[in-house]
């Protein structure tokens, strides 16, 4: 089995969720093909299938001042915040190739994640029932999937960089009241998201025990 | 007639809230279409419909929680 790897760069939320949708066409289509998007979003607010509206916490207007899009779409899970300064990774794999486990394929994108933050030293942790991972109490990596005809779609985004969890202030993530964390407030230094995507990248390969081949896309 | 019911999804799942019915009762369906929308833990998926027919009854309608091995609804078969 191999993926495909597409970086989209820095890409409009909307632009990527199409993109997201032409993969999974693709992957449909070309068995036993799988992918993975990986991107950062300009400031936008997504929320999943029954969102509560008091888990945004800042009126309209004010979104529309601060220039942050909200976006109701088809994967699960409530609201959360994505920006630049986080990366997305969305792998667009196609279950019937791997194990059709909805629940193991979860564990595994946070696996991917422990795994990425062990090799900075940092210990994440997963939590029963509060499906991302943790540091301590605080949230680093959230997780929310659709999967048509066995076919995953959207994923992981994990927080790099510490400027962009101010914007979080303006939500409940996940509907919950807690505190978000990133990569580079754990560290106290700096990270740049580049240095991280390629070990991501392993790590999806040593996971999912996938090879890939590298495809960079300017979308 | 041919019951819906929702399929053993994984180990340690056992219900799901149905997110959103892709068509009404009275509704004529095709194999394979997506019937309906459900969310567990932190995952969406479809599930088809197993039969062409007509979409006779629904059981568990949008927000409500059913369990593995449950019946969603009826499909009259043509």
């Not at chain 1, 486990?101 to 029932?129: N, P, T």
């Not at chain 1, 991302?132 to 076919?151: E, M, P, Q």
Request: net charge negative; charged share 30%; hydrophobic share 40%.
């Amino acid at each position: 089995m191999e993926f495909e790897i597409f970086d989209s760069g820095l890409v409009d939320f909307k632009r990527a969720w199409q993109f997201q949708k032409e993969v999974f066409e693709a992957v449909k289509n070309v068995n036993p093909k799988s992918a993975l998007i990986l991107c950062q979003h300009y400031p936008v607010i997504t929320q999943g299938r029954r969102p509560q509206k008091e888990n945004i916490r800042i009126s309209e207007d004010e979104l529309k001042k601060r220039g942050i899009e909200v976006y109701a779409i088809e994967r699960a899970g409530d609201v959360t915040y994505h920006g630049p300064g986080q990366i997305n990774a969305y792998p667009i794999f196609n279950l019937a190739f791997f194990k059709k486990d909805i629940h193991l394929f979860l564990r595994q994108l946070e696996e991917v994640v422990i795994d990425l933050l062990s090799d900075f030293g940092i210990k994440g942790l997963r939590y029963a029932g509060l499906t991302g991972v943790w540091i301590g109490r605080k949230k680093i990596a959230s997780i929310g999937i659709a999967i048509r005809n066995w076919i995953t779609f959207h994923g992981l985004s994990i927080n790099i960089k510490k400027n962009d969890l101010d914007n979080f202030r303006f939500i409940r993530p996940c509907g919950m009241d807690i505190e978000m964390t990133s990569l580079e407030t754990e560290l106290e230094r700096d990270i740049e998201v580049e240095n991280v995507k390629e070990n991501l990248i392993y790590k999806f390969r040593n996971v999912f025990r996938v090879s890939y081949e590298a495809r960079r896309v300017d979308r | 007639m041919t019951k819906v019911v929702l399929p053993e999804l994984s180990e340690g799942i056992d219900k799901a809230i149905v997110s959103y019915w892709y068509f009404k009762e009275g509704e004529k369906v095709n194999e394979k279409d997506d019937l309906v929308e459900l969310t567990t833990d932190k995952a969406t998926f479809n599930l088809p419909s197993p039969c062409p027919g007509t979409l006779s009854e629904i059981f568990f309608h949008e927000g409500d929680t059913v369990n593995v091995g449950e019946i969603l609804a009826i499909i009259e078969e043509y």
